[in-house]
């Protein structure tokens, strides 16, 4: 008898992509008959669906996101579970909901799962990435078992799945990047620390206004109970008095956070994170290059010290950070010029920052499918830093225009894909005397690839197979 066959409530998953595979095979594990529905009927649907009804759960092909694929099935609905690309306020999903129809994310089923280990959840525009790899390695390096997952790596029901199944059991903590996807879709979620990095206009094609994304992160923090914030972002910054209980961090100047009405937690002066009884450790402990980064050392350094790790041995343990793949990541070095991946900057904020941590001249590469947002900063940050801008993809028209109404006074190319773009590059690199050739695109990578991690493995090969001369 299959999971669909039974007379019990069953859970129906949306979808056959990682996450869903994922909270099928999770709630599988936990005794609950569940029915995957998916839209796409290609043979790879089929391997999938074929190993997960050796399982025992019940898939069917076919199924679009539509009413009529959730009626006629011979058990009741239980709840319904939704990938993060599926938009939370999809008018199908608010009929199941007027039906009295539960519906969470698949972060839920991983939150459920891992009862009660505590996680520290970390969310915000730009930097949550580069946060939750210092902070899994500031505690592997302490010998804590604390693995990440969530928006980076393993799903969180994945990894939950995989712990569960060994030998090691659950680990003592969870490091869990979250969007604001996942973090919509999940309002039980409570983590033990939580950690917001900044808030710039994003996503608003899906959440709206900045008010309902903001909303949506602060969500996050409110339902944690030690709260970690950014005092080095405006926005952030300007909503200080709202919060009763916040351990603020600062790079910049602490003067300046305390004329708002904020008392930092952790600061830096003469080169050293400060906290109130005393220096910690050098601020220069970071290789990775901006003000940007150190803002992110703080953010991860709170967490080591909340959970009792001494300064030096975060220390030594920052000292051996490798870095974030995709994430201002030096590739290698030709002809004395540094070529970097960039590929999670998806919008202008983002680009901005990384131009800011460079020194210029720069050839930028930048493109794919644009975004909604404020792109006077990135354009401002271009004057100042780039020779030549090329652009390839979906938005090198609309970009092409942009620059031009910027009045850029650099060389603009336009070319269909990155392979052309790369060897442009090349050539303009050398002719303009540049410091680097960034790949920070300001855009989403979905018109050519599927996601950033693609687009900045494929820029990694192209810029190794480069030849000098």
Known sequence: MTAEQSSSAQTVVLGLGRSGLGAA????RHGQPVLVLESGDSPEHHRKADLLQQEGIAVRLGQPLALSSFEGLNAPIQRVIVSPGIRWDHPVLEAL???GIPTDGEI????EATRPVPWIGITGTNGKTTVTHLVAHLLKQAGLDAPMCGNVGHSAAELALERLASAAGLPAWLVVELSSYQIESAPALAPEIGIWTTLTPDHLERHGTLDNYRAIKRSLLE???VRILNADDPDLASRASSWD????VTA??????RSQGIDPWLWIEADQVMHADGPLLKAGSLAMPGAHNRQNMLLAVAVGLELGLKGPEMEAALRVFPGVPHRLELIRELEGIR???DSKATNYDAAEVALRALDGPLVVLAGGEAKQGEASGWLEALHEKAAAVVLFGAAQETFEQMLQNAHFGGVIERHADLAEAVRSAHQLSRNHGCEAVLLSPACASFDQYSDFEARGDHFRALTNSLQAG
Not at 245 to 248: I, L, V
């Open 223 to 225: 339902h944690s109970r």
């Open 108 to 111: 839920s089923t991983a939150w």
């Open 97 to 99: 909901r007027e039906r």
């Open 25 to 28: 095979r999770l709630l599988r």
């Open 339 to 341: 070529w970097i991946n």
């Open 245 to 248: 209980q916040a351990r603020w």
């Open 252 to 257: 910049a100047d602490p003067a300046r956070a």
